[in-house]
């Protein structure tokens, strides 16, 4: 399949800071496409301009063949847009939001109705419809928000962090209309800062960090860019003290070291011959070891070695 949507040297400066710094990259049609970064890594600010939102400092995107610096209004036919931030009327239902947001698609009279019956469905809120979406959970309203996004069939989905700060259920709700979605044709851009969500639903990814893609390619190729190396992952406690990554970093064998949350993270060329010294030095240090392995490198291994950080620092 070919490019559906190509972003050449695209930046965005605000004052000093270059918060997208040179980025180019490709999506194919059919495919879902994953921006992965921390926060401020630059994700909303390329959707942002996608969406033609903001113009680009530099640089150009074209999707389905029409420039945003020169055809907004053709870019802006073929996009459905979920932004991170929640866009709905609170004191409106469910349907009655969803039946403006496909007002303004330019949607009316029986195809407006069906495509709001089509889009509440497919939210799972069928039989809450009629409630206000003061109501809702941040979950649910997450689910009408995608809805509205979805309603005039976009060939294009922009997906901004769909999933951040709602609960486990509504979560897996929308991976799997994103798969669902995805199935029926749409092309998708999602950005996270999860790698488990990009693992599972991404064919290919960009990992962004500070304005600029520092790896992009399928998972499989991605996992290579750690080469050989090992994962060491440690479960240890919330109040692990971090003076004692250093005394890790500092252990023969070890190529890097990074806590996210309550497990380490340690690359190293050969995990199971480094391990008993990594728990002999935390346990020296007073530190509680909950739980030890070695396991296959992932998308946030990858960002460790490319970085030196973890993905949710
Ligand atoms: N309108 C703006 N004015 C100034 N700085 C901004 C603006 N929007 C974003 N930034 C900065 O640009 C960087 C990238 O932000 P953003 O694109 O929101 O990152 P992400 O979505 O990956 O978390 C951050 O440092 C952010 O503070
Ligand atoms: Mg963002």
């Not at 000093?16 to 194919?28: E, K, M, N, T």
């Not at 970064?37 to 063949?65: H, Q, R, V, W, Y």
């Not at 060491?232 to 500092?250: C, M, Q, S």
Request: glycine share 10%; net charge negative.
């Amino acid at each position: 399949m070919g490019d559906i949507a190509t972003v050449t040297g695209l930046v965005k400066r605000f004052g000093d800071l270059a918060a997208v710094d040179g980025v180019d990259f490709a999506i194919r049609e059919g495919e879902v496409f994953g921006l992965l970064g921390p926060n401020g890594a630059g994700k909303t600010t390329i959707i942002s301009m996608m969406s033609c939102l903001i113009p680009p400092t530099e640089g150009d995107i074209f999707i389905d063949g029409a420039s945003v610096r020169k055809q907004a209004i053709a870019v802006k036919s073929v996009l459905g847009v979920v932004p991170q931030e929640i866009a709905l009327y609170p004191t409106l239902s469910a349907r009655e939001n969803l039946a403006f947001w496909g007002r303004m698609y330019g949607l009316g009279g029986k195809t407006l109705s069906s495509a709001v019956d089509e889009a509440l469905e497919l939210a799972g809120l069928a039989d809450r419809a009629k409630e206000r979406l003061e109501k809702y959970s941040g979950g649910m309203k997450r689910r009408i928000n995608i809805a509205a996004g979805i309603l005039h069939k976009p060939k294009v989905l922009l997906m901004d962090e769909p999933t951040v700060g709602i609960d486990p259920q509504s979560r897996n709700h929308i991976l799997e209309t994103v798969k669902d979605l995805n199935a029926q044709g749409m092309t998708v851009l999602y950005t996270s800062h999860y790698m488990e969500e990009v693992e599972f639903l991404c064919d290919r990814v960009a990992i962004v960090d500070h304005g600029k893609i520092i790896a992009q390619g399928t998972l499989a190729e991605l996992r290579r860019v750690v080469g050989d190396a090992d994962v060491v992952r440690i479960g240890v406690d919330d109040a692990f003290a971090d003076e004692t990554l250093d005394a890790i970093r500092a252990l023969e064998g070890v190529e890097k070291a990074e806590r996210a949350d309550s497990t380490l993270e340690i690359l190293a060329a050969d995990g199971g011959a480094v391990l008993a010294d990594i728990v002999s030095a935390l346990t020296a240090a007073g530190e509680k070891v909950h739980s030890a392995e070695v396991v296959e490198p992932n998308l946030e291994s990858v960002f460790l070695h490319l970085t030196g950080k973890s993905l949710r620092d």
